[in-house]
Every structure is written in C-alpha cells, then in structure tokens.
C-alpha cells in the first residue's frame, strides 16, 4: 500500500508500508515535485529540499504504518518551517537527503 499527499509546504509526501513479521512499517518520502507513486519518487539534488523517514513503529494494519509516516512527514516539515533563520521551503542546515534514515 501507498499513498501520494500535499502539497504541504510546497513539498509532497510518499508514503508505503512493508510487512515486518506479521506487523507494518512505515516509510515516507518528502519531495519536491509530486511523484506517482513512493515506488517512483525521486529526491531531488536541492540540499535540504527532500528527505527519507521511518514510520514511528510497528502497526498491526498497513493504513496505520502509513499514516503514522504521514505524520512524521508533516511533522518534519513544520520543524523545518518553523525553525529559526530558514526561509521559507528551505531547510534548516544539517538536513541532507542523503544522510535521512530509511
């Protein structure tokens, strides 16, 4: 199962989750431009412009790993929104997309 939602502050978010042992897990994927699908999207080379997160845990059904991905997506973006000194869709130094977990 995956999900496409946003924009949210100009950015998209991705979202799937993977059987772990009977259980789910989600994933996202914050992007600029919106993907097809979390299978198809792509990160941008923009530093701090897109990111990789891992759901909060494991959920008995798909549509809750997916949706707390979802969240911490969203959640990631308004720490970005709000942090001091960041321009708007900029994100604050230190966020990298090659450095985000998976």
Do not use: N
């Not at 941008?44 to 991905?69: I, K, R, Y």
């Amino acid at each position: 199962m995956d999900r496409v939602t946003g924009p949210f502050d100009g950015h998209y978010v991705a979202s799937s989750a993977t059987a772990i042992g009977g259980r789910y897990l989600g994933f996202a994927k914050v992007c600029c431009q919106r993907p097809r699908s979390f299978w198809l999207a792509t990160l941008c080379e923009e530093p701090g412009c897109c990111a990789h997160l891992c759901g909060g845990g494991l959920f008995d059904t798909p549509e809750a790993a997916v949706a707390s991905a979802q969240l911490m997506a969203q959640g990631h973006l308004r720490s970005r929104r709000d942090a001091p000194g960041v321009a708007a869709g900029q994100a604050p130094a230190g966020i990298d997309c090659a450095t985000q977990p998976l």
